[in-house]
């Protein structure tokens, strides 16, 4: 599953070693008076739907960064939490949890209250239309956050791709039509699908504009989910500037490699 940015500053200097014996994975905690941890970098789009959804639903999290810039995602200690060296991890109860949607729904299941159970449904087809549009988000949405991942950040590509701005399109439009069916995407409530959705599409955004007179619905949506979201701006807007600004940074980078 590719729910986070795997490797964007392999070339940076190596992880101080410092940190490197001071994580195991706890035993089980059967009492759960522990908080969960939550490893995250703001920059990724499956890390901020890991962080607003803590934040929706009140979940006390003990927040714990990683530094790319010093390839902390590489270091002996975390790879000990997740050997694929990605995030969001949660760890509770002496698990680790690896991938942003397993995360988001546990997040609900096990820690939501009544009030919350819009978010992920209890309800069967509202929550398989829930999951059907998480499958879209990792499926369509994020697979074009990878092929501008692979052509700009691996790669050597000096401007967005005429391939990668058609896939953006692509994704648009579908989520476009979903949106023709109601006010959010999996239905008349906030759902989990709509955070995990949201996070990625404000990145791709900055990348290929979401037009209002060819994507009148979308761009409604985007201003709901502004307003319903805590933490909004501090979180999402600020993460996605992050890497929309190391795209940026490697567009440049590249060009010197063709000058």
Not at 130 to 150: H, M, P, S
Not at 194 to 202: E, G, K
Not at 211 to 224: L, S, V
Request: with cysteine; proline share 5%; charged share 20%.
């Amino acid at each position: 599953f590719s729910s986070t940015l795997v490797g964007w500053l392999d070339t940076a200097p190596p992880a101080s070693k410092s940190r490197k014996n001071l994580f195991t994975l706890p035993t089980r905690n059967t009492n759960m008076s522990a908080r969960p941890i939550l490893y995250y970098a703001l920059f990724s789009p499956p890390a901020r739907a890991a962080l607003l959804t803590s934040k929706l639903i009140g979940l006390n999290v003990e927040l714990k960064a990683i530094n790319y810039a010093t390839q902390e995602h590489h270091s002996d200690w975390f790879l000990k939490v997740n050997p694929r060296h990605t995030v969001p991890v949660l760890v509770d109860q002496g698990a680790a949890l690896c991938d942003s949607h397993a995360i988001i729904t546990y997040m609900v299941n096990q820690y939501g209250q009544s009030q919350h159970e819009h978010l992920y449904p209890k309800d069967f087809l509202k929550r398989a239309v829930v999951d059907e549009r998480l499958y879209y988000e990792d499926g369509v949405l994020f697979q074009v956050i990878k092929d501008f991942v692979a052509r700009i950040l691996h790669g050597e590509d000096i401007e967005y791709h005429r391939k990668s701005i058609e896939l953006s399109h692509n994704a648009y439009s579908f989520l476009e039509e979903f949106l023709s069916r109601s006010s959010y995407v999996a239905g008349e409530q906030l759902s989990l699908a709509d955070i995990s959705i949201n996070t990625t599409l404000i990145t791709l955004h900055k990348l290929v504009p979401i037009e209002e007179r060819r994507y009148p619905r979308i761009c409604a949506w985007m201003q709901r989910m502004r307003d319903d979201l805590p933490g909004y701006e501090e979180i999402n807007e600020q993460g996605a500037q992050q890497l929309y600004q190391r795209f940026q940074n490697a567009l440049e980078y590249n060009m010197t490699k063709h000058a």
